[in-house]
């Protein structure tokens, strides 16, 4: 299992374009993947479940990740956020 925290940089937040980006991101691997933030853990692979979580710039997500491909999904969408989403 892998977790790490990240936070939202660019100044919409984890919005609509962002939010499915980052499901079809975690589509392509096998592992689980959830987010928690405030308590709240989501499935990750769940687009509804991502905008659930109103992530707002200077928000500090966990993300988890288990599984066999565990450590390729978590570089490829640790980067994308701190990427702050390709919008910065």
Do not use: Q, W
Not at 29 to 53: E, P, R, W
Request: glycine share 6%; charged share 25%.
């Amino acid at each position: 299992m892998i977790e790490h925290t990240v936070k939202i940089v660019n100044k919409a937040g984890l919005h609509t374009r962002p939010a499915a980006t980052l499901v079809k991101l975690a589509s392509k691997y096998k592992c689980d993947f959830y987010i928690s933030k405030d308590g709240l853990s989501i499935n990750a692979k769940s687009i509804i479940g991502v905008m659930t979580l109103a992530a707002e710039m200077g928000s500090e997500l966990i993300l988890t990740f288990e599984g066999a491909d565990e450590a390729d999904a978590s570089k490829e969408i640790i980067d994308y956020f701190n990427r702050g989403f390709d919008e910065l």
